[in-house]
């Protein structure tokens, strides 16, 4: 028989927990509930869920900066994880957004369609090669450059800039990986969203915009003089093709 899908909901509110592990629990999924976020990371080290579900508002520790340790844990970075909380500020889903997470959705609301977002999460998660065709190593940069500008790893889903290593996140690897195989090809938000996170539909509107913010923050830390990602408003993004030899 195969297991049910572990699910690991953090919320410190136990009638939302009860009634969330019984829709889990009777739509097939295996719902392990946690009320504190040290008991959260302790379950998480010690098995891996397929998702996590997360409240922002927890007793012990912010959802957002939880979601951050979780993902510090082995294998922590290839769970997806869904920020659950009572605010349904702009500004709150967007953090959730930049930093990385799946989806975010704001209380009150139907159990059902949580666990609707949950299904989509893992049928993206579980799509191969969602981000275009693998390869074991491509190199992006002018012949003359020492070290290459771009260099991207596939079997460590790894990128490098200017012989940096960045650390990025799923989502942030899957665009910037896009952008890098091809400079100058502009790639608009749908594009990107269907093949990153492989639903457009299922996704926030600045969800692509989010993760663009994050990755030029990181690339500026690298190149502080560089704008290596290019906007072309009301069209998308692409990767500039005329960056210098070294950064400035």
Known sequence: MTPKPRILLVEDESGIADTLQYVLSTDGFA???????????????????????????????????????????????????????????????????????????????????LVARIRTILRRSARPGVAGPDAAVTVVAPAASIPPIWLLDEERHQIRFYGRALELSRYEYGVLRLLVQKPG??????????????????????????????????????????????????????????LPEAPN
């Open 31 to 113: 719902p392990v509930w946690c009320s504190t976020a040290a008991e959260a990371l302790a379950q998480f080290a010690a098995e891996p869920p397929a998702l996590a579900v997360l409240d922002v508002g927890l007793p012990d520790l912010n959802g957002f900066e939880l979601f951050r340790r979780l993902q510090a844990l082995p294998g922590g970075k290839q769970v997806p994880m869904l920020f659950l909380t009572a605010r349904s500020d702009e500004i709150d889903r967007v953090v959730g957004l930049e930093l990385g997470a799946d989806d975010y959705i704001a209380k009150p609301f139907s159990p059902r369609e």
């Open 185 to 242: 090809r502009v790639f608009t938000r749908d594009e990107l969203l269907q093949r990153v996170w492989g639903d457009a539909n299922d996704s926030f509107d600045r969800t692509v915009d989010a993760h663009i913010k994050t990755l030029r923050a990181k690339l500026k830390a690298v190149a502080p003089g560089l704008e290596p990602i290019r906007t072309l408003r009301g069209t998308g993004y692409a990767l500039s093709e005329d």
